[in-house]
């Protein structure tokens, strides 16, 4: 039974971390190239455990998420849901596909998310964001394999399902 | 423990409860997002969470603080020798200006009352430090560790040594948000200071310059030239430093000038900055003026000079005729 809580808990604990390094800030020079943790996060337990990752959890994170950052309710909790909707979708097919193909399909996730951001952003009013802005999906698909590696080897050896 | 996987994940999973449910939830946020923009509610559900957000935020400021910590800690000590020798040439030089300027602004001040004006060259500041958290607006925001129990409010212009970083934006109880003059959607009115010509000065898309985007084509505007809050408007004090000009070029359409301007402020390094708490002017126009001549308490006393002016308004009166 206990195992089934630290489970629990290592869910819940990867899930804040993720929240948290989205609000640490980098040094200037390498602020663009911070990543969008929560979704990466989210993507990795979308994939590797659906029933804990349903539409509503995305929903959450991302009004939780939303209330940290302050910019609008409502944007993140938007742009997860539609992130997790077409992971669950095509889990299936994304789980057995080498990781050089899954990193690539990460890439058009992040991406499509920056688009949607971008769309929310000006909808709402806000200028059009620098060149840079557009680094960040491309480190966040870089990083996927060794992410999706590490929390794979501590899973493992923490023996959570 | 293996759990029940089968049924809940089709290979071809297509099924129109779950594209339902992602209309609901989408249809969801984005009414939030309508509401949240009008009304601005997310402000207030985040004091109502201030309990939860504060700690968290004080939290992942941790990192940055303790490289600021660490950096000082391993600094070599002849770099902190030399910085410390490079401060006190700085403390002395100030001293010395401030020393030369306090007959000035005494005179000035007597002068000003004399003129029975508000302005006045007094600061009533107060010191807050940049908590390192990233609200994820680009970088156009910066996070204090002052809130409304510290008395801040929305609106109180914010500086550091070298100029006007900008203004606060929302305040929770113990944190502040802090809306840089860099932000694209903010506006400071300057003066510059070699012509006094007044302008409006905009954040930039790049997120580090100010843009002045009319400026007459036949005003006399030149690359170096020092930008300085004007005062209107009454957000700001007059007479801060904002910034440098860059660059002067005309503009596409040809009707203006378009200048950009570097800002005075370390925007990206200060880690302590001043919050003003004048509220330079009350706003609207001023009130009517009293009766001219100077103040009651400041007119000269009735024995010494006093009959001179009785004499002069006497005949003016016409009380004589």
Same mark, same amino acid.
């Given at each position: %039974?206990?195992?089934?809580?630290?489970?629990?808990?290592?869910? =819940?604990?990867?899930?804040?971390?993720?929240?948290?390094?989205?609000?640490?800030?980098?040094?200037?020079?390498?602020?663009?190239?911070?990543?969008?943790? !929560?979704?990466?996060?989210?993507?990795?337990?979308?994939?590797?455990?659906?029933?804990?990752?349903?539409?509503?959890?995305?929903?959450?994170?991302?009004?939780?998420?939303?209330?940290?950052?302050?910019?609008?309710?409502?944007?993140?909790?938007?742009?997860?849901?539609?992130?997790?909707? =077409?992971?669950?979708?095509?889990?299936?097919?994304?789980?057995?596909?080498?990781?050089?193909?899954?990193?690539?399909?990460?890439?058009?996730?992040?991406?499509?998310?920056?688009?949607?951001?971008?769309?929310?952003?000006?909808?709402?009013?806000?200028?059009?964001?620098?060149?840079?802005?557009?680094?960040?999906?491309?480190?966040?698909?870089?990083?996927?394999?060794?992410?999706?590696?590490?929390?794979?080897?501590?899973?493992?050896?923490?023996?959570?399902? | 423990?293996?759990?029940?996987?089968?049924?809940?994940?089709?290979?071809?999973?297509?099924?129109?409860?779950?594209?339902?449910?992602?209309?609901?939830?989408?249809?969801?946020?984005?009414?939030?997002?309508?509401?949240?923009?009008?009304?601005?509610?997310?402000?207030?559900?985040?004091?109502?969470?201030?309990?939860?957000?504060?700690?968290?935020?004080?939290?992942?400021?941790?990192?940055?603080?303790?490289?600021?910590?660490?950096?000082?800690?391993?600094?070599?000590?002849?770099?902190?020798?030399?910085?410390?020798?490079?401060?006190?040439?700085?403390?002395?030089?100030?001293?010395?200006?401030?020393?030369?300027?306090?007959?000035?602004?005494?005179?000035?001040?007597?002068?000003?009352?004399?003129?029975?004006?508000?302005?006045?060259?007094?600061?009533?500041?107060?010191?807050?430090?940049?908590?390192?958290?990233?609200?994820?607006?680009?970088?156009?925001?910066?996070?204090?560790?002052?809130?409304?129990?510290?008395?801040?409010?929305?609106?109180? !212009?914010? =500086?550091?040594?070298?100029?006007?970083?900008?203004?606060?934006?929302?305040?929770?109880?113990?944190?502040?948000?802090? %809306?840089?003059?860099?932000?694209?959607?903010?506006?400071?009115?300057?003066?510059?200071?070699?012509?006094?010509?007044?302008?409006?000065?905009?954040?930039?898309?790049?997120?580090?310059?100010?843009?002045?985007?009319?400026? !007459?084509?036949?005003?006399?505007?030149?690359?170096?030239?020092?930008?300085?809050?004007?005062?209107?408007?009454?957000?700001?004090?007059?007479?801060?430093?904002?910034?440098?000009?860059?660059?002067?070029?005309?503009?596409?359409?040809?009707?203006?000038?378009?200048?950009?301007?570097?800002?005075?402020?370390?925007?990206?390094?200060?880690?302590?900055?001043?919050?003003?708490?004048?509220?330079?002017? !009350?706003?609207?126009?001023?009130?009517?003026?009293?009766?001219?001549?100077?103040?009651?308490?400041?007119?000269?006393?009735?024995?010494?000079?006093?009959?001179?002016?009785?004499?002069?308004?006497?005949?003016?009166?016409?009380?004589?005729?």
């Amino acid at each position: %039974m206990s195992r089934a809580r630290l489970s629990q808990w290592w869910f =819940i604990g990867t899930l804040a971390a993720s929240l948290l390094l989205m609000l640490v800030p980098l040094p200037g020079v390498l602020e663009p190239f911070k990543p969008y943790w !929560p979704a990466l996060v989210l993507l990795y337990w979308a994939l590797e455990s659906e029933d804990r990752v349903s539409l509503g959890l995305a929903f959450g994170v991302g009004l939780f998420a939303d209330l940290l950052d302050g910019v609008l309710l409502g944007e993140q909790a938007l742009r997860l849901c539609a992130l997790v909707f =077409i992971t669950v979708h095509f889990r299936s097919r994304l789980r057995f596909f080498p990781m050089w193909q899954q990193a690539l399909a990460v890439l058009a996730l992040l991406l499509n998310d920056r688009i949607l951001l971008l769309l929310v952003r000006m909808l709402a009013g806000a200028s059009l964001p620098p060149a840079s802005w557009w680094i960040s999906p491309f480190v966040g698909a870089a990083l996927w394999p060794f992410l999706f590696l590490l929390l794979d080897d501590l899973r493992a050896r923490l023996r959570i399902q | 423990m293996a759990r029940a996987r089968e049924g809940s994940s089709p290979l071809f999973a297509g099924n129109a409860a779950g594209t339902l449910r992602l209309i609901v939830y989408l249809a969801l946020a984005v009414v939030l997002m309508v509401l949240d923009q009008r009304n601005g509610w997310l402000w207030q559900l985040r004091s109502a969470a201030s309990a939860v957000v504060e700690p968290v935020y004080r939290l992942a400021g941790l990192p940055a603080a303790g490289v600021r910590t660490l950096g000082v800690a391993f600094a070599d000590r002849q770099l902190l020798t030399s910085q410390n020798q490079r401060l006190r040439e700085d403390l002395l030089l100030a001293n010395a200006k401030l020393n030369r300027m306090a007959a000035v602004a005494e005179q000035n001040e007597r002068l000003r009352r004399l003129l029975d004006t508000q302005h006045s060259l007094k600061l009533n500041v107060q010191l807050a430090r940049v908590i390192g958290v990233d609200l994820g607006a680009y970088r156009y925001e910066l996070t204090l560790n002052m809130g409304s129990r510290d008395g801040v409010e929305p609106g109180q !212009p914010v =500086i550091d040594a070298h100029g006007v970083m900008g203004q606060v934006k929302a305040v929770l109880p113990h944190t502040a948000v802090v %809306m840089l003059i860099t932000d694209p959607s903010h506006a400071i009115p300057v003066t510059i200071a070699r012509t006094g010509l007044r302008t409006v000065a905009y954040g930039s898309r790049d997120g580090d310059q100010l843009s002045l985007p009319n400026l !007459p084509l036949a005003a006399d505007v030149r690359v170096g030239d020092k930008l300085l809050t004007s005062g209107i408007g009454g957000r700001f004090p007059p007479g801060f430093p904002v910034g440098r000009i860059d660059s002067v070029a005309p503009a596409p359409t040809g009707m203006f000038q378009v200048a950009l301007a570097t800002p005075a402020a370390d925007l990206d390094r200060s880690t302590d900055v001043l919050l003003l708490h004048d509220q330079a002017e !009350p706003k609207g126009p001023p009130d009517l003026p009293l009766p001219a001549g100077p103040p009651q308490d400041l007119a000269p006393a009735a024995s010494a000079s006093g009959s001179a002016p009785a004499v002069r308004t006497g005949p003016a009166g016409g009380a004589l005729r």
